[in-house]
């Protein structure tokens, strides 16, 4: 109440979550607000989701983009990620693979395993840049050894198939295998038709 940013996040993130207090997004969203309007940049990407989502205020897209963009220009890889998958699908601005490719990038270079494995299929499929599937592998790799299950699949899909690396039946089932754990329906197909 006397105006520290920090804590005004912090209380959002217990009425959201429900920690020591009964789950209030409306009352999250005001303590978002109230960050945010400070300027902390995690706030602001929260207020970007409860925008998008619905979350305790009425859905606006343009209002999700404009405190997105806030706490992106900050340096906050979820943001940055999140207005990735923005341009790259056209959710509440005009599709655009360049800037999707951009902003994944800031993202990816902070380790965000989401951006990483979205800036690879950028690279793999040549959206927004200029395609190379070397660079595609080695995003891939930085967001499988993160755990990111569709990144795993990836990478096995690319050693099954030789896409810029040898084929390597071994590694390909190892990625798919580790894919399968995270729930991915094509990776447990692929393990299925091994056996």
Request: proline share 1%.
């Amino acid at each position: 109440k006397q105006g520290n940013a920090s804590a005004q996040y912090n209380l959002g993130v217990c009425y959201e979550n429900g920690r020591a207090v009964t789950i209030d997004r409306e009352n999250a969203f005001e303590w978002y607000q109230k960050a945010a309007d400070k300027g902390h940049a995690g706030a602001q990407y929260k207020l970007g989701v409860c925008y998008g989502d619905g979350r305790g205020i009425t859905k606006d897209e343009g209002k999700a983009i404009y405190w997105f963009e806030q706490s992106a220009k900050q340096g906050c890889a979820d943001a940055q990620c999140t207005l990735g998958v923005r341009y790259h699908y056209g959710i509440g601005v005009a599709k655009d693979e360049e800037k999707a490719a951009y902003w994944y990038e800031l993202a990816a270079k902070q380790g965000n395993p989401r951006a990483q494995r979205d800036l690879g299929t950028c690279y793999e499929e040549g959206r927004g840049v200029e395609r190379d599937r070397r660079k595609a592998i080695d995003l891939y790799e930085l967001a499988a050894n993160q755990g990111d299950g569709i990144a795993q699949y990836n990478l096995g899909n690319c050693y099954e198939n030789g896409y810029n690396v040898k084929i390597d039946k071994q590694k390909a089932n190892y990625w798919y295998k580790l894919a399968a754990q995270q729930g991915n329906a094509g990776a447990r197909r692929k393990i299925g038709l091994r056996r």
